[in-house]
DNA sequence: GCCTCACTGTGAATAGAATCACAGTTGCAG
DNA sequence: CTGCAACTGTGATTCTATTCACAGTGAGGC
């Protein structure tokens, strides 16, 4: 397989364009889409259609399209799209061709979990270092990564390469932390604590409050019981 | 304060309509809400408008008001909307106000950390029993919760009261799980699964891919760093 | 009691996302 | 080599969400 891949990956390059704007949504079913491609490289898939592509993934082949075509033009009329080809373009253009290091800034309950959660490995990330400020947890190793002192933020995030972290502290004194972590030179902070925290400047920060989506499942099986 | 909070509730009343479609967007915004009126209760806060509300929640004013006006009128024109009342009201709203039992499935490494997580239980949910296939696990308690095997599902979650489940399993036959949990009277399914659940009949699922979060985050910094 | 001021709730306007539908293409069969 | 069948990429359209902007209203001052 091996040599179609190469033959594939010559022949048929895709026109990877660096297009003026995706939307976010788009980007959001990017990994969905990576995720599916994974599993059709697995089980020996080498093209596939839109429509059944899309069915797996559980979007309109005509969605589906559209958000392909955003980045450039990656089908092959009448084979479909290459899935080997087409999956490592899409860990391209998310960056997550290559592993990337991520610092962990909590290690309560969650944070911990989130030291031994393997799903982040497989998709190319890796946690390789926690902070916290309670001083019983500093200098201690959890699940292989070693805990500093906030204040050793700046001369340990260059070491290990940081450019992406994730919040599981507690929520006081949550947005102080961020505009830190961004001022160290991170440029994206995943927010697990269930408090808003505006994007410092030149950061992206994308909020995940799980109690939210509880309450927001709450709230439809409730209407449906009424209704 | 409680008296002013008693005549509040009987004079100002709110119109709660049970609205012919909210929006799933709306939605998600409700928990915002809900959380920053709580903290402004503690503060002691008893009346808001909807420019500062807005301000705090980070969504615009007009959007803060159209999103409450779907579910019928709230304001005090000219004192604004009244903290704790309204905050009662997004509860009820969201089926919040008194707990609710939910079940998880899979105590792994995440399900252990939403055993210990507070959160839930500060937002009305209690987790209160879990399920596993590893026979390892069954008959053991994790956090207090008890661990059953997958085949007491029907006789146990009635036990409980369960109408909510979270999902945190191995993505192997995450599918027929999700239908077998359906099918034992519950109706709302957070999946922490990376892997599509498609929704079975009279159930609402709601997906929550951590790791997506991350793949987003990597775009947007990659995305960023090349313009 | 009346006037003023500023706020809410909402119709109208805009922006944005999803879908439709088809022109253009390409592999393949004969 | 020619014609067919079916797929992609995309302009046009529809649908949905957000923002604008203002009419109507109630609290407080005088």
Redesign the interface.
């Given at each position: 397989m091996s040599d179609q891949v190469e033959a594939a990956m010559r022949s048929e390059a895709p026109q990877m364009r660096?297009d003026k704007h995706?939307s976010?949504q788009t980007?959001?079913r990017?990994?969905?889409y990576?995720?599916v491609l994974e599993e059709l490289d697995r089980d020996g898939v080498e093209y596939i259609h839109s429509q059944q592509f899309a069915g797996?993934?559980?979007v309109t082949p005509a969605q589906l399209r559209r958000d392909l075509s955003s980045f450039g033009t990656f089908g092959n009329i009448s084979r479909g799209y290459n899935v080997y080809q087409m999956g490592r373009t899409m860990s391209r253009?998310?960056?997550?061709d290559s592993t990337?290091s991520?610092a962990l800034f909590g290690v309560g309950?969650?944070g911990?979990?989130?030291l031994?959660?393997?799903?982040?490995e497989?998709?190319?990330?890796h946690i390789a270092v926690a902070f916290d400020v309670d001083q019983d947890k500093v200098g201690r190793v959890f699940a292989g990564r070693r805990c500093y002192a906030l204040e050793e933020l700046a001369t340990v995030l260059p070491e290990y390469e940081v450019?992406?972290a994730?919040l599981a502290s507690r929520p006081e004194g949550l947005q102080a932390l961020a505009d830190r972590v961004a001022a160290a030179g991170v440029?994206?902070?995943?927010n697990f604590v269930?408090?808003?925290v505006?994007p410092p400047e030149?950061c992206?920060v994308?909020n995940?409050?799980?109690?939210?989506?509880?309450?927001?499942?709450?709230?439809?099986?409730?209407?449906?019981?009424?209704?």
């Open positions: 660096a995706v976010l980007v959001e990017l990994s969905a990576r995720r797996l993934v559980g253009i998310m960056g997550t990337q991520v309950d969650l911990r979990a989130l031994s959660y393997r799903g982040f497989e998709r190319g990330f450019r992406m994730v440029h994206a902070i995943l269930p408090k808003r505006t030149g992206f994308e995940t409050d799980i109690s939210a989506k509880l309450e927001k499942l709450s709230f439809l099986a409730h209407a449906q019981a009424t209704v």
